[in-house]
């Protein structure tokens, strides 16, 4: 069956230190999402892509980054981790922006000391 | 103000009741997302709609694009449907998300 996962599930760095949050999906779909997830607030799009080489910074972006080699991994990096970056980051997958079904990984929680 | 709002932000309801959550937009749309997320974290798409309504089991998901309202109903609820629900549309390429909808269904 076709899905999509993140790793690691559970991380917890200091501030400064360079994170890899990976997500692979199998689905072969276009469009792949990151969010951050905090409590008092929905979910907030830090980048995004259509399509291998394309990215886009979302309404969070600042202190993250993304790159699209491939049609199965969006790799979301935080250069520099800091405490307020402290959130559950969940990927997401669609086929097709404006009408496609959502596909979310299971959630990365980060902890930054 | 947010681009989607939805109401109540909190519910808690006895098994067996009829729940109706809300979800109010202000921008265009070309489609609208109702998910579900259960505690300890994962995400589930329930529904993606553009028009009228769609029924997967006892949910049950409408959408009046005139009046930028959608409604999610859950007939004959139960323990499991204990989750957070969130709204999302689908706004000029951009994916707009409410807070979240908690409900507890009591036994």
């Known amino acids: 069956d076709a899905e999509i996962t993140q790793s690691p599930r559970h991380k917890i760095t200091e501030t400064g230190r360079q994170v890899t949050l990976a997500c692979h999906q199998t689905?072969?779909?276009?469009?792949m999402f990151w969010y951050r997830q905090d409590l008092g607030h929905g979910l907030r799009l830090i980048h995004y892509?259509?399509?291998?080489?394309?990215?886009n910074k979302g309404e969070v972006s600042d202190g993250y980054s993304v790159s699209r080699s491939n049609t199965e991994d969006l790799p979301l990096t935080l250069e520099s981790a800091a405490s307020s970056q402290t959130s559950v980051y969940f990927c997401a997958s669609s086929g097709d922006v404006n009408t496609g079904e959502l596909f979310f990984g299971e959630g990365s929680r980060l902890t930054v000391l | 103000k947010n681009e989607v709002e939805q109401s109540p932000q909190n519910l808690t309801a006895q098994e067996g009741e009829f729940i109706t959550i809300n979800c109010s937009y202000s921008v265009g749309i070309s489609a609208l997302h109702w998910l579900q997320q259960h505690p300890g974290g994962g995400i589930v798409s329930l529904f993606m709609l553009s028009s009228g309504k769609k029924k997967h089991g006892r949910l049950i998901a409408t959408i009046n694009i005139q009046e930028k309202h959608s409604s999610l109903h859950i007939t004959a609820s139960h323990p499991r449907d204990s989750a957070v629900y969130i709204c999302?549309?689908?706004?000029?390429?951009?994916?707009?998300w409410g807070a979240g909808t908690k409900l507890i269904i009591k036994p």
């Open positions: 689905w072969n779909h276009n469009n």
């Open positions: 892509s259509y399509g291998v080489q394309d990215t």
């Open positions: 999302g549309v689908d706004s000029n390429y951009q994916l707009i």
